[in-house]
């Protein structure tokens, strides 16, 4: 199929594509790396009166380490997938990007056209919310940074308003002891998975489980954040019991999956305590060799 009829504009300044969003508002959508958008077009799930290509803003692509790291919204994911300050500092991020697609789609995907879009199955949204990302949405006349657990705000819908365009996402500094892990299952390579976890992990001077941090894809509206499963590890000594206990409370109490062609939501749920123990058994692994001097 073809897309319905629009008007495209191409900026090479934010200012002017911001001047286009004002002037449009829900009428335009803003195009990144078209990676879902286009395919959405032309089987005219989506048709905006009014397209804006952000893809000469060269400004809007950058990595930067100032106290938090910082990425601009326009930084392709392959960018962001083999940069070292992303490896060091979002280790975890840079874990969940090679899951995305395939190497040909992060080459044009971006990460902020991945997390405005707020797919319930994308990885990005879901690694935002577990490392307390924050995004600065930019209009014509302001600016402000929004909490990645206030930005999500249900099936492809975020908190930003008509006027705004996603500009940047920070990426607080983690602790040093935390351990981490991202895994997901998928049919195939690059299909979309059937379920996702992103995991973090902290341990104490006894050894005892001091934070944790369980963030599911693809098993509700948004990115799902398992906050009495998490709980239910906190001072608690690592074992193989408590991560089960865990991937039970998150799988059974805290996630409405949808279920689909390739699993119903009794498997997504089934997946999902799977990936809770082997996420967090990874983590802990990861934690302890922090602590080693």
């Known amino acids: 199929m073809k897309p319905a009829p629009f008007e495209y504009f191409a900026p090479d300044a934010l200012e002017a594509a911001l001047e286009l969003k004002a002037q449009y508002g829900d009428e335009a959508k803003a195009l990144a790396g078209g990676q ?3 395919p959405a077009m032309n089987f005219r799930v989506a048709q905006p009166s009014i397209l804006i ?50 190497s040909q789609i992060r080459n044009r995907g971006t990460v902020g056209g991945s997390i405005a879009h707020a797919d319930p199955a994308s ?55 935390m351990g981490f892990a991202f895994m997901e299952i998928a049919r195939r390579h690059g299909d979309y998975a059937m379920a996702g976890i992103a995991a973090l992990l902290s341990v104490d001077d006894e050894g005892n489980c001091q934070q944790a941090r369980l963030v599911y894809l693809n098993v509700g509206d948004g990115p799902v954040e398992a906050v009495q499963a998490s709980a239910s590890l906190t001072g608690k000594p690592p074992s193989e019991a408590a991560f089960k206990e865990a991937g039970q409370i998150a799988s059974q109490q805290e996630m409405s999956p949808f279920g689909n062609l390739h699993a119903s939501a009794d498997y997504q749920r089934h997946l999902s305590a799977i990936l809770t123990e082997r996420a967090l058994a990874k983590a802990y692994e990861r934690a302890r060799y922090s602590q080693v001097p």
């Open 36 to 38: 879902s958008l286009i």
């Open 53 to 102: 290509d952000l893809n000469r803003i060269n400004g809007l692509r950058y990595i930067h380490k100032n106290g938090a790291l910082r990425i601009g919204a326009m930084t392709v994911q392959s960018a962001a997938e083999h940069d070292p300050l992303v490896a060091q500092y979002a280790p975890l991020l840079r874990e969940a990007i090679p899951n995305i697609a395939h």
């Open 123 to 177: 990885e990005l949204p879901v690694v935002c919310m577990a490392l307390n990302a924050r995004m600065l949405a930019r209009s014509k006349s302001a600016e402000r940074w929004i909490e990645a657990k206030d930005f999500f705000s249900g099936l492809f819908s975020t908190s930003m308003q008509p006027d705004e365009l996603l500009v940047e996402i920070e990426f607080p500094a983690n602790a040093a002891k």
